[in-house]
C-alpha cells in the first residue's frame, strides 16, 4: 500500500514537471490549490501535498505565504549551452599541471567552499553502514584480513559488480571482473595493457584533466576529438581521425562526461562499438557516473552493445558509496589476460579489507535504495545551482545541461579568463576547476566546471553570487 | 631483572654460534652438558638450558636423548655461492610473463607448499593488534573514513614512517614523507617521475621480477648491471655504463636484494650515491627488507647517504606488518613534487582506513618488539631451510647467504631447465619461483628462488626432500 501512495505522488509530481518542462505551465503562474488538486487528480489531500512538497524541494515551485504555489523554475528556458568545441585560445604562463596543483591545494582546507569536488560529501554517502561492513570484513576474512587477497580481487566483490551490470543490460560473471584502487587505477591498468608509449588516444574535448594527464604521464599522445555537449563524442570526426592518426584506443566518458555531463544517445553508442569493432582498436570506458542519472532509467553503456569485447569497462564506488575507501574495477573484455598483468606489476593485490567490506555492503541490497536517494538530492541540487547561476552571473552566461552526474559546465564571455577568476575567487574562500586544465591544448580558458554536490545551503547561494559579481567586474 | 637475565642466555648463545661460525667448534662435535656450562660461565642452570634451546631452535646444535648436545650445522661450511653474472644461455619458449603467471596461477590454492612467496604469512604477523587498529580508526577518523584522506597521505602516518628513517641514520619529517599503495606503487611513481618511456634505467642482475616488468611495462629501457653476491651491484661497471647508456635512474635494493639477499656495504653505498650525483640521475632504493637484517644492526640505506636529493627511499609495511593493507611510501628527496604530481595522476588518494590503522599501530610503540621476533624467527627459518637444501640437493648445489630478508638464491647445474623443474615440482604440490625470470635476458634459467617465510615444519622438510630428488632425477 504504501508503495504504491509512493508512486502516487511521484506520478503526480512527474505530469507537473513535465508541464513546466514544455512551458504549459509558464514561470510566475499559480498552481491550483492542494484542496483542488486532490480533486481534480482523485488523490488524497496528504498525497497532494507531497506532489507539490517534492516539486519544491526541486526548486521547480515556491509557496507564497497566504496564497499558494507558484511555478518558480523551468530548466528548459535556462540560458545557452556552452559550444562544443570553438575553443578560445590564449596565450598563458601557467601550465596544466600548475593549475591542477593551485586548485587541489586547498582540499585540506575546510574553510574554502569547495566547488572544485566532483565526488558528493561523506554527509550524502552510507559512512554508517560502510563502517559496519568492515566490521565484518574483519570478522569474515581470515586473519583479520591482513593477507593478500587473490590477484584478481575478492571474489565476493566481484560478483557483487558483476550482478551490478544487469542494470545496463550487461550480463557478466565474477570471471569477467578484475577490481581495481579506484576507477584512475583502472584505467591506468587499461592503458597499459592496450597501448604502448608513443601510441596516440583519443579523447573527449573537453575531458577529465587527471585522466589526460594520466594518459601524457605514460608517455601517449592524446588527440582530443569534437564533443557535443547534448550527444556527445562527433563519431563521423572519429571515424576519420582513427586511421589517420593510427588511434590505438579512446578513452571516452559516455554517461555524464566530466566536465560536460552530456549522456551519449543508444544509437551513438551502438555505433561508436561498431567502430572501434571494426579497426579492432581498444575503448575504454570510463563509467563512474552512470548510476547518477536524473532521468527515469539507467542508461546503457558502450560495453552493452559490445559483442567482440573491444570494450574495457571501468567504474568505482568513490562517487556513491565510500571515495575514501579507493573501490574500483573493470570489465576488460577480451584484453582481461592482459589487464591481469598489468594489475599484478603495478598492485600486485587490492587492500583486502576495504574491498570485502563493499563485498558485504552491496550483498545487504541497500544500495539500490541509497542511490535512489542519492540521484534525487543531486538532481535537486542541480536545479538549485543552475538557478542560482542563472540569476547572479552575467547574462551572457552559457551553462551546460548534465543529464547525471555532479558538475556543471559554464562558458563565460570569451575575454574572461577563469583562472585569474579562480585566483580572485580564492581569496574569498571560494574554489572551482578553470576550464583550461580540461584540455592540453590552449582551450577553454573562458569555461569553469562547478561541480553540484556540496548540499544546498545559504553560504552556497552566498558563493554563487559572490561569483557572479566577480565575473560581472571582469567583464 | 628480567632484561639482564634474557640478554645473558643470548650474549653466552652468540659466543658459542661464534665459535660454531668459526670453525673451532666442529660439527659432530660435543658441547659440554648443562651443568658445566653453567660452572664455566658463572651462570645458573636455567640460563645454560635457555641458551642451548636458543642454539637447538636455530638449527644450529641438536641434542641426543642420553648423551647431551652436539654441533650440528656451521653455516660457514655452506658450499659455494652462486655466481654473480656468469649466466647460462639457453633458449626457451616460455616468456617471462608466461613463467610469471604460471608460477602465481596456484596463489589461492592452499594444498601447495608455496616457496614461491617472498612475504612472511599472516601467522607470523601483527594480525589481532591490526584489527585492533583498525576499529580505531574508523572511531577515529571522520565519518568513519568513507572520505579522501590529503594527496601527500594521512600526517600521523607520515610522522610514524619519518620516525622510523633514525633506525638507518635518516632524519626526516612527515613533510618528506608520500604515502602510496605498497612499494610497487611507490616504485611505479618514482619511475614515472623521473623518467620518460624511451629512457634506459640501471637495475641488479639478477633482480625482481616485478619491478623489471613494470618498468618494461612503462616503456623503459632495463640495462642489468653486474651484481655480487656479497657486496652487490659492480660500482665500476656501473660507474662506465651511466654516461655509456644515458641511464636516467638506477632502481636499486641495496639491503637484502630480492633475490640474492646480499647486502651493500656501507662503503659502497655512499660510493654509489655519490656517483648518482656526480651524473645528476635518480637512484629509486627499495628498502621493502631492510627492517628483517640477521645481523646485530639495522644496516643503513643509500639514503642514509643523500646530501642532494637524488635517492627516492621506497618501503612499505607489507614483508612485516600486513602485506593485505597495502600500505607503502616513498621519501624522494628533490623529486618530492613531480611524485606528487603523479601520486594525483595515479591514485587521487590512498584508501583512508587502512592507512590510518598503520599509523596507529605505530604508535603504540610495539612494532620493535614485534620485528625483533620476526627475525629471530626468519633467522632460525633460514638456516633450517639450508641445512635441509645442503642434506637433501646434490652437492654441486650452490647457495646464497643472505644477511637478510626471506629468500634464498640457489645455482644448480647448468644443464638443469628449473623452470621444467618447477612444472615437475607443481604436479607434487610444490611452487617456487624459477631464476629465468629475474632476468629480461636469457639467463639464470639454472637458478631458482626459494623463500624461507613458510615456518619450519615436517611437511616443508619433506617438500624440500622431494624437491632434491627431483632435481637429481634431472642430472
Known amino acids: 500500500m504504501l508503495k504504491t ?36 487528480q482523485g488523490i488524497s489531500l496528504s498525497t497532494a501535498f507531497q506532489a507539490y512538497y517534492h516539486l519544491e524541494s526541486k ?56 566547488f572544485s569536488v566532483a565526488t558528493p560529501p561523506p554527509s550524502l554517502l552510507p559512512a554508517a553502514k560502510m563502517a559496519k561492513a568492515v ?51 583502472a584505467l591506468t591498468l587499461c592503458l597499459t595493457a592496450t597501448t604502448q608509449p608513443g601510441d596516440t588516444i583519443a579523447i573527449e574535448s573537453p575531458s577529465y584533466y587527471g585522466a589526460t594527464l594520466l594518459a601524457e604521464g605514460l608517455g601517449l599522445k592524446v588527440l582530443e576529438i569534437p564533443t557535443h555537449p ?28 566530466n566536465p560536460i555531463g552530456c549522456c551519449m544517445p543508444d544509437k551513438n553508442k551502438r555505433e561508436l562499438v561498431r567502430m572501434v569493432e571494426k579497426y579492432d582498436i581498444a575503448l575504454i570506458e570510463d563509467d563512474i557516473y552512470g548510476d547518477l542519472y536524473f532521468g527515469k532509467q539507467r542508461p546503457a553503456t558502450c560495453k552493452t552493445f559490445d559483442k567482440k569485447g573491444n570494450v574495457l569497462y571501468c567504474s568505482s564506488v568513490s562517487k556513491s558509496v565510500a571515495p575514501g575507501f579507493r573501490v574500483g574495477w573493470t570489465i576488460p573484455g577480451k584484453y582481461k589476460d592482459k589487464v591481469l598483468q598489468m594489475k599484478r606489476h603495478h598492485a600486485i593485490a587490492c587492500p583486502t579489507i576495504t574491498h570485502a567490506s563493499v563485498a558485504y555492503f ?19 541540487q542541480f536545479l538549485r545551482y543552475s538557478q542560482a547561476i542563472m540569476e547572479y552571473f552575467p547574462e551572457s552566461t552559457k551553462i551546460a545541461r548534465p543529464q547525471g552526474g555532479c558538475v556543471l559546465w559554464i562558458e563565460l564571455d570569451p575575454h574572461i579568463n577563469t583562472y585569474e577568476l579562480f585566483q580572485q575567487a580564492l581569496k574569498h574562500k571560494i574554489s572551482f576547476v578553470p576550464g583550461r586544465v580540461f584540455s592540453l591544448r590552449d582551450r577553454y580558458s573562458n569555461c569553469l566546471r562547478i561541480s553540484f554536490s556540496v548540499p544546498w545551503s545559504k553560504q552556497v547561494e552566498d558563493s554563487l553570487k559572490l561569483l557572479g559579481k566577480l565575473i560581472r567586474k571582469m567583464q
Chains 1, 2 share one sequence.
Open 5 to 40: 501512495a509512493d508512486h502516487l505522488y511521484l506520478q503526480v509530481a512527474d505530469n507537473i514537471e513535465q508541464l513546466i518542462e514544455k512551458d504549459v505551465l509558464k514561470i510566475g503562474e499559480k498552481l491550483p490549490s492542494v484542496r483542488n488538486l486532490s480533486k481534480q
Open 59 to 114: 526548486g521547480l515551485i515556491e509557496s507564497r505565504p497566504k496564497s499558494g504555489y507558484y511555478i518558480r523554475f523551468n530548466s528548459r528556458r535556462m540560458p545557452d549551452i556552452p559550444t562544443s568545441c570553438d575553443p578560445v585560445k590564449k596565450a598563458t604562463d601557467v601550465t596544466v599541471h600548475e593549475m591542477v596543483d593551485a586548485v587541489f591545494q586547498h582540499m585540506a582546507n575546510d574553510d574554502v567552499m569547495k
Open 135 to 185: 566490521v565484518q570484513a574483519m570478522r569474515e576474512l581470515q586473519d583479520y584480513g591482513i593477507g593478500y587477497e587473490q590477484l584478481q580481487g575478492n571474489v565476493r566483490l566481484r560478483r557483487q559488480l558483476a550482478l551490478q551490470s544487469l542494470n545496463w543490460g550487461g550480463a557478466y560473471t565474477e570471471n569477467d571482473v578484475i577490481t581495481t584502487n579506484g576507477c584512475v587505477d
Open 230 to 257: 547534448i550527444t556527445g563524442v562527433d563519431l563521423e570526426y572519429l571515424d576519420k581521425a582513427i586511421p589517420r592518426h593510427k588511434i590505438k584506443a579512446c578513452l571516452f566518458v559516455p554517461n555524464f562526461n
Open 362 to 380: 552491496l550483498e545487504t541490497g541497500r544500495y539500490e535504495n541509497h542511490l535512489r536517494n542519492l540521484r534525487k538530492i543531486l538532481h535537486t
